[in-house]
């Protein structure tokens, strides 16, 4: 990415090919852990709202759950795992890194036990105030009565997850990835065990006292989160000693750094109950909040799997490599986590807009969420549709916003953060009186997301050495050039191609596409080839005669070679053109199936054989094309499977 560092010349000096691969492969060994983990509990995360949509459908009930649920969640994301480990891990990393493990052990000790106490004091207090509330409300007001029932049961599991969220830090920056990851997998299973139960065994009850039955399994998940992550904790030597004393250097620097994080993500996460409000209050049908969340929970699976993994994996060590002044590792490891990023977003995202539908019916389309001949089907797929458009936006921002905090810089993700609020919340008010309805929440969130992004591209942008303006105007010219090449050919090929009965429509759906993206591809390809011809000179003349590499490098240049802003261009290069590619089989075979029906075999095969077509379409026209992500990737996982042999 040109704004993660200085974009310097085909002949700067670069650090050693073999430092930068061994890099980037630590790097993505930790977030394919990370990933894998990831996988398995938003799976199980899926499984678990399968059962609570069959269980509860899109009703009052679970609108009740979801919103008492937005507590906990909020402060785990103002002092967990959000705001206050984005404070801590840079500092914590620091003094590993400056060898003072004692000092590092004693300031997360400190922290871990002055938020236990604060969180507390504090869910004990809400607790009273939410019974207190429910008590003095007439009968009439059942759903707000539920509502601040469920959210007196789940409030002490504030003080488990946060408590295990700054564990995690510490677990993560001595570079142990598994434990954290795998410990969401038990929450799940115990509101799996919960919902189950309520399905077969207690059925006989009323739906709002088996709703609080999952609220208890709530509970039960943050006890073991919390316990599983002890042991590996202790083995690399952590040793937790209780302590009050705000004095600790460490924790003075970490408040102080934790007050303009902790607004950015109060922000946010403020408005995360905005929308829900906003829906539960402005939406007349029933169910409003629960089609958001489910839509919202389809894509956080992948924006959890590759950009949070990714981010997760990068702050401890891009925090190390700072606190070393290790600038050319620090903006090697922030260029490669945005464009593998990106490699795996924007795939993600087309999918995901062309299967909407389909993936809803897959996961939520059982018991109760079916009613009304599959109303909350349809209306969540249009909310899935609308947030995936922002899936890239949301994955660059962990991204973007981690590599700000790892250079201590706390103020500017703030500042994005709270604008984009700003935004969204207008943009809510807007999107929602329209036929968009809760769908109108998820479009004002991917705008604000894309202006969150591109603030905070913007700082990164300024801070570089040396800024390419002319490349980047270079390189949109011929994107936008080719996209109107394309756009004129296909419109051309599809009039006279449509006109004629003789050809089948899959063949005129294919020769516009043909038509569309090949000025788009040749363009490209003389770009880079144009761009690169000094560079790839100067490689011939230098290169020893005898001198044949396994595989000719990338447009005659390898790739320590290539200038920061060129190697992220060809990334989007050929990302968009893999992805347009995906897109097209997807399509294809999307519309080859039968039509949807109630039977889970016709269910299963729209939602999950198109993915498969469209993930080994990806697969080999990024290959085809040349991405280096492709081959990072690959190289990765094969020095991981080589070290297992």
Same mark, same amino acid.
């Given at each position: 990415?040109?704004?993660?560092?200085?974009?310097?010349?085909?002949?700067?000096?670069?650090?050693? /090919?073999?430092?930068?691969?061994?890099?980037?492969?630590?790097?993505?060994?930790?977030?394919?852990?990370?990933?894998?983990?990831?996988?398995?509990?938003?799976?199980?995360?899926?499984?678990?709202?399968?059962?609570?949509? &069959?269980?509860?459908g899109a009703s009052w009930i679970s609108d009740a759950f979801n919103l008492?649920?937005?507590?906990?969640?909020?402060?785990?994301?103002?002092?967990?795992?959000?705001?206050?480990?984005?404070?801590?891990?840079?500092?914590?990393?620091?003094?590993?890194?400056?060898?003072?493990?004692?000092?590092?052990?004693?300031?997360?000790?400190?922290?871990?036990?002055?938020?236990?106490?604060?969180?507390?004091?504090?869910?004990? $207090?809400?607790?009273?105030?939410?019974? !207190?509330?429910?008590?003095?409300?007439?009968?009439?007001?059942? *759903?707000?009565?539920?509502?601040?029932?469920? /959210?007196?049961?789940?409030?002490?599991?504030?003080?488990?997850?946060?408590?295990?969220?700054?564990?995690?830090?510490?677990?993560?920056?001595? @570079?142990?990835?598994?434990?954290?990851?795998?410990?969401?997998?038990?929450?799940?299973l115990c509101m799996i065990a919960a919902c189950w139960y309520g399905l077969?065994?207690?059925?006989?009850?009323?739906?709002?006292?088996?709703?609080?039955?999952?609220?208890?399994?709530?509970?039960?998940?943050?006890?073991?989160?919390?316990?599983?992550?002890?042991?590996?904790?202790?083995?690399?030597?952590?040793?937790?000693?209780? *302590?009050?004393?705000?004095?600790? #250097?460490?924790?003075?620097?970490?408040?102080?750094?934790?007050?303009?994080?902790?607004?950015?993500?109060? $922000?946010?996460?403020?408005?995360?109950?905005?929308?829900?409000?906003?829906?539960?209050?402005?939406?007349?049908?029933?169910?409003?909040?629960?089609?958001?969340?489910?839509?919202?929970?389809?894509?956080?699976?992948?924006?959890?799997?590759?950009?949070?993994?990714? /981010?997760? &994996?990068?702050?401890?060590?891009?925090?190390?490599?700072?606190?070393?002044?290790?600038?050319?590792?620090?903006?090697?490891?922030?260029?490669a986590a945005v464009r593998n990023t990106l490699f795996l977003a924007i795939? *993600?995202?087309?999918?995901?807009?062309?299967?909407?539908?389909?993936?809803?019916?897959?996961?939520?389309?059982?018991?109760?969420?079916?009613?009304?001949?599959?109303?909350?089907?349809?209306? #969540?797929?249009?909310?899935? %549709?609308?947030?995936?458009?922002? $899936?890239? %936006?949301?994955?660059?921002?962990?991204?973007?916003?981690? &590599?700000?905090? &790892?250079?201590?810089?706390?103020?500017?993700?703030?500042?994005?953060?709270?604008?984009?609020?700003?935004?969204?919340?207008?943009?809510?008010?807007?999107?929602?009186?329209?036929?968009?309805?809760?769908?109108?929440?998820?479009?004002?969130?991917?705008?604000?997301?894309?202006?969150?992004?591109?603030?905070?591209?913007?700082?990164?942008?300024?801070?570089?050495?040396?800024?390419?303006?002319?490349?980047?105007?270079?390189?949109?010219?011929?994107? *936008?050039?080719?996209?109107?090449?394309? !756009?004129?050919?296909?419109?051309?090929?599809?009039?006279?191609?449509?006109?004629?009965?003789?050809?089948?429509?899959? +063949?005129?759906?294919?020769?516009?596409?043909?038509?569309?993206?090949?000025?788009?591809?040749?363009?490209? %390809?003389?770009?880079?080839?144009?761009?690169?011809?000094?560079?790839?000179?100067?490689?011939?003349?230098?290169?020893?005669?005898?001198?044949?590499?396994?595989?000719?490098?990338?447009?005659?240049?390898?790739?320590?070679?290539?200038?920061?802003?060129?190697?992220?261009?060809?990334?989007?290069?050929?990302?968009?053109?893999?992805?347009?590619?995906?897109?097209?089989?997807?399509?294809?075979?999307?519309?080859?199936?039968?039509?949807?029906?109630?039977?889970?075999?016709?269910?299963?095969? @729209?939602?999950?054989?198109?993915?498969?077509?469209? +993930?080994?379409?990806?697969?080999?026209?990024?290959? !085809?094309?040349?991405? @280096?992500?492709?081959?990072?990737?690959?190289?990765?996982?094969? @020095?991981?499977?080589?070290?297992?042999?």
């Amino acid at each position: 990415m040109p704004e993660a560092a200085a974009a310097p010349e085909a002949s700067a000096p670069q650090p050693p /090919a073999e430092t930068a691969a061994a890099r980037n492969g630590a790097l993505f060994r930790s977030a394919g852990i990370v990933s894998f983990m990831t996988v398995v509990s938003r799976v199980l995360g899926l499984l678990r709202d399968r059962y609570l949509a &069959a269980l509860f459908g899109a009703s009052w009930i679970s609108d009740a759950f979801n919103l008492a649920f937005i507590l906990p969640n909020l402060t785990r994301r103002l002092f967990g795992e959000g705001a206050l480990s984005s404070a801590f891990v840079p500092i914590f990393s620091e003094q590993l890194a400056k060898e003072q493990r004692p000092e590092a052990f004693r300031t997360a000790s400190v922290l871990m036990t002055r938020l236990a106490l604060f969180l507390f004091l504090g869910s004990g $207090l809400l607790v009273a105030v939410s019974l !207190g509330v429910r008590s003095g409300l007439p009968a009439e007001r059942e *759903s707000l009565r539920l509502t601040l029932e469920l /959210a007196a049961i789940m409030l002490f599991y504030c003080v488990l997850v946060n408590v295990g969220a700054v564990l995690m830090g510490v677990l993560n920056s001595l @570079r142990h990835f598994a434990a954290p990851a795998a410990a969401p997998v038990l929450l799940n299973l115990c509101m799996i065990a919960a919902c189950w139960y309520g399905l077969h065994q207690g059925r006989e009850a009323p739906l709002d006292e088996r709703v609080k039955l999952v609220a208890w399994s709530v509970m039960a998940g943050g006890v073991l989160q919390l316990l599983v992550m002890i042991p590996p904790a202790l083995a690399r030597g952590f040793k937790f000693t209780p *302590s009050l004393d705000q004095s600790d #250097t460490g924790y003075r620097e970490t408040m102080q750094k934790f007050g303009p994080v902790v607004l950015g993500v109060a $922000l946010f996460q403020i408005n995360i109950l905005i929308d829900q409000v906003i829906a539960r209050f402005m939406i007349p049908e029933d169910g409003p909040v629960t089609m958001l969340a489910y839509g919202n929970r389809l894509i956080q699976l992948p924006w959890a799997i590759f950009s949070l993994a990714l /981010a997760t &994996a990068a702050l401890p060590m891009l925090s190390h490599w700072w606190a070393k002044e290790d600038k050319p590792a620090f903006a090697g490891a922030v260029n490669a986590a945005v464009r593998n990023t990106l490699f795996l977003a924007i795939p *993600s995202a087309v999918g995901l807009m062309l299967l909407s539908d389909e993936l809803v019916r897959l996961f939520y389309g059982t018991g109760a969420f079916l009613a009304n001949n599959g109303e909350a089907v349809s209306r #969540t797929g249009r909310v899935v %549709f609308c947030f995936a458009l922002g $899936l890239p %936006f949301y994955s660059l921002n962990a991204v973007l916003a981690r &590599a700000l905090y &790892a250079t201590k810089d706390m103020r500017s993700p703030t500042v994005a953060a709270a604008w984009s609020v700003a935004l969204n919340v207008v943009l809510n008010l807007i999107l929602v009186q329209t036929e968009l309805k809760e769908a109108g929440l998820a479009l004002a969130s991917t705008l604000s997301g894309g202006f969150q992004t591109l603030w905070m591209t913007r700082v990164l942008y300024r801070r570089t050495e040396a800024h390419a303006a002319g490349r980047l105007a270079g390189f949109a010219g011929t994107m *936008s050039f080719g996209l109107a090449v394309g !756009g004129m050919a296909a419109a051309y090929v599809y009039h006279r191609m449509s006109a004629n009965p003789d050809y089948e429509g899959f +063949m005129v759906f294919f020769a516009c596409a043909g038509a569309g993206l090949l000025p788009l591809a040749f363009l490209g %390809f003389q770009y880079f080839k144009a761009r690169l011809k000094e560079a790839r000179e100067a490689y011939e003349r230098e290169r020893p005669k005898d001198d044949e590499a396994d595989e000719p490098p990338r447009f005659g240049v390898p790739d320590e070679r290539w200038p920061t802003d060129l190697a992220f261009f060809h990334a989007l290069y050929t990302i968009l053109l893999a992805s347009a590619l995906m897109g097209l089989a997807v399509w294809a075979v999307r519309d080859s199936l039968p039509p949807a029906g109630h039977a889970f075999a016709l269910v299963f095969q @729209r939602g999950i054989i198109p993915v498969i077509a469209g +993930m080994a379409v990806y697969v080999f026209a990024a290959q !085809g094309v040349q991405s @280096r992500e492709y081959d990072e990737l690959k190289a990765a996982f094969a @020095r991981k499977a080589k070290r297992k042999t």
